[in-house]
């Protein structure tokens, strides 16, 4: 595998909340291989968000990164002065935020967005920034001359995810980060999205890092995904390794709790129990209550991250036994 | 199995503007089905294509434009019929505001159970055997919780003993599943299983995802909804395994899939447009045709009629017997 582009060690994220401290990043590590696609999954509320929040610095006023390093490119981001750190952001790391549709400005033209965007961080003459501007858009699939006169509210909710995308690969980063990029997206709009991505990511070789909740999403698209449950990372591998070798009890049943359009769906199951609370998560592993493997080691210990395969890490003291029936 | 509920050329036309009123989008347009007693009937179709609408005429409570709502046999909005009202409840996807947040579990459900007859003295009892009957367990500490203390999973699980109290003969679930957790899911969806099963509850599964659908419908039926009209419908494992109208079609090839390998040999039916047209301006002949990539100059000028290809699976679409074999792969 290639040398890392972005590598999180040990990022700790916590949030002050009314009842304590929320703990929604917990000693999680974990790296992004140059020109990779990699898929980071995890149901809602187990902390992708805070972690994609985390590498860029964007805390909301209630979190607090209270340990960890990210290295970008080699260098250590979190310790950067501000200044520096914002040149990376955009320029060399791109970020689509969650329900980024709503984030274009209403009273602005596509046109201006884009000139605005490149401004901010450096001259540029307005003629090369429009048709860089379009030949990105063309990449997503819009038509340019159309796009850039028009207003935000003149687009479908498929079209303005898609100029965000343009618009954040306006600086030429070396990395984008997407967050729920389908999400308010009709079935065949995502589909497309999806596809796009994978155009992109091919076309312009770039290294991405896409967040969702929605296991079937990086199926197609990913060739590593990383797996999160209640802060923390538990399995990583190849798309394959996750999909057909899971070694994590949480990564099998969640693979094993999503139902298709094809195949067999009797062998479907839900997995029993619910998530815990990140105020007060259980000693040892955290998925022992819902595991069926569990023995009281697992009560006790906290397992950790262990290479089981080539670029295949799994944290469970009793991964050997996965998928043995 | 005995007809439960039919729709018949049922349409409805929501109008809009305050001052002056204007004939605003069609939101139903001319659709016909029959739901029997204890059947499973999935409705899928994307954002605004009418489903809820749909759900809501089933259930008398939004009466249609035109057309005609038969429960039983009886039309519900006739003069005769009136006060009839079919015994269906509704179960849509936030359970957190179904329910009214300074009740109890117990409150909530004592309440309905008084008013369909159960003595004061039974009513603990009553509450707590259906409590364990959609698995919120133990009951007995359950029944002094209020709504915030319970997980989205567990409150849909409240909704539905609530909504199983006056003994409906069915329920609509709208979108009943996508606020929970992926590995709850199906859980939920079992649950329901388990309500048809025990008390034949018939059930219209209203949601945009195919393969929850699938998964609660494998025995029972599909009907596929676009800009307000029916375009595909018929047994679940023959549509899915054979479907007719494009639309489906790209519905299929755009659904992500749990596995690699078929994800990535899934080819996605490339559409003219990505995006569906408004449904305040719909187009001409069939809804479906600026974005086909099959349409021909029929398509624009005629609106085509939902055609029996056997055994009930039914497709409005003109080309149906041109159209490519169908293959997922
Ligand atoms: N009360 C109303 N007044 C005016 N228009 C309405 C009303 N309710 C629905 N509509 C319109 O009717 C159409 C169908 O709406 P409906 O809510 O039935 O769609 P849906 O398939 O349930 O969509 P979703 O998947 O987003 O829930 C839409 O164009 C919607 O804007
Ligand atoms: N600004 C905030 N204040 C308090 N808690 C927060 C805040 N943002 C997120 N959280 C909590 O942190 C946890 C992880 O959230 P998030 O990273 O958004 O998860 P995900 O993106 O995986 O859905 C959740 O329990 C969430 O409620
Ligand atoms: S460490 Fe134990 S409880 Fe945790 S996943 Fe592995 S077997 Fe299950
Ligand atoms: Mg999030
Ligand atoms: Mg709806």
């Known amino acids: ?325 | 199995m005995t007809e439960l509920l039919r729709l018949e050329e049922v349409q409805v036309v929501f109008e809009r503007g305050w001052i002056r009123k204007r004939k605003g989008a069609r939101a139903v347009s001319g659709v016909s089905m029959v739901i029997r007693e204890g059947e499973i009937f999935a409705l899928v179709g994307e954002s605004g294509c009418g489903k809820t609408t749909l759900g809501r005429i089933a259930l008398g409570l939004l009466r249609p434009t035109s057309g005609r709502v038969l429960y039983r046999g009886k039309d519900i909005w006739s003069a005769d019929g009136k006060g009839l009202r079919p015994t269906g409840q509704m179960v849509h996807q936030d359970s957190y505001s179904a329910l009214n947040p300074a009740r109890t579990v117990y409150q909530t459900l004592a309440a309905p159970l008084r008013r369909y007859g159960v003595p004061r003295s039974k009513l603990k009892e009553e509450a707590e055997k259906l409590l364990e009957f959609v698995g919120i367990m133990p009951p007995k500490y359950f029944l002094n919780k209020y709504p915030y203390h319970l997980s989205g999973g567990m409150r849909q699980r409240l909704v539905f003993a609530r909504s199983i109290i006056p003994k409906p003969r069915f329920i609509v679930t709208d979108e009943p599943v996508s606020m929970i957790d992926a590995s709850l899911r199906l859980s939920i969806l079992d649950l329901m299983l388990k309500l048809n099963c025990e008390f034949k509850i018939a059930f219209l599964y209203i949601t945009h995802d195919l393969a929850t659908a699938r998964y609660l419908a494998q025995e029972g039926k599909i009907a596929v909804m676009y800009l307000g009209k029916i375009v595909e419908e018929g047994r679940m494992k023959e549509v899915l395994e054979r479907p007719l109208h494009p639309y489906l079609r790209a519905l299929l090839s755009a659904a992500p899939v749990p596995d690699p390998e078929i994800a990535r040999k899934k080819k996605l039916l490339q559409l003219k447009e990505a995006e569906p047209p408004s449904a305040e301006a719909p187009p001409s002949g069939c809804g479906f045709h600026p974005r086909c990539p099959y349409a021909e100059g029929v398509c624009s000028r005629e609106e085509p009629p939902l055609r029996d290809f056997g055994e009930g699976h039914r497709g409005a679409c003109h080309l149906i017997e041109v159209l490519p074999p169908w293959r997922l792969m």
């Open chain 1, 1 to 325: 595998m290639s040398e890392a582009l972005l590598s999180v060690q040990d990022l700790v994220v916590e949030f002050e909340v009314r009842d304590g401290n929320l703990r929604s990043v917990d000693h999680v590590s974990l790296d992004v291989p140059k020109e990779t696609f990699m898929g980071l999954i995890g149901e809602s509320g187990c902390g992708k968000t805070t972690i994609v929040q985390a590498i860029l610095n964007l805390m909301p006023e209630n979190g607090y990164i209270r340990a960890g390093r990210i290295y970008f490119d080699g260098t250590e981001i979190l310790s950067l002065p501000p200044e520096k750190l914002r040149r990376i952001r955009w320029e060399k790391i791109a970020m689509v935020f969650q329900a980024a549709q709503n984030s274009l400005n209403p009273v602005m033209r596509i046109s201006e967005h884009m000139i605005d965007t490149v401004l901010a961080h450096r001259r540029e003459s307005r003629a090369r920034i429009l048709e860089r501007a379009s030949r990105l858009l063309e990449l997503v699939s819009l038509d340019p001359d159309r796009v850039l006169v028009s207003y935000p509210h003149e687009l479908s909710g498929g079209m303005k995810q898609r100029v965000i995308i343009a618009l954040s690969l306006l600086l030429e980063p070396e990395m984008l980060i997407l967050d729920e990029p389908t999400t308010a997206l009709d079935l065949i709009s995502q589909a497309y999205l999806m596809e796009m991505l994978q155009e992109i990511h091919h076309e312009l070789g770039i290294t991405m890092l896409m967040v969702t909740h929605d296991v079937s999403n990086v199926a197609k698209v990913a060739e590593r995904v990383a797996v999160m449950y209640a802060a923390k990372i538990l399995e990583v591998g190849s798309t394959e390794d996750v999909f057909y070798r899971a070694r994590h009890p949480y990564t099998a049943g969640l693979i094993n709790a999503i139902p298709s359009i094809v195949g067999d769906l009797s062998s479907k199951r839900p997995i029993p129990g619910l998530p815990p609370s990140l105020i007060t998560p259980p000693p040892g592993c955290r998925f022992h209550p819902r595991c069926p493997l569990a023995t009281q080691i697992c009560r006790e210990e906290e397992p950790r991250m262990e290479e089981v395969g080539a670029g295949h890490s799994v944290a469970c003291h009793h991964w050997k036994k996965t998928g043995e029936k």
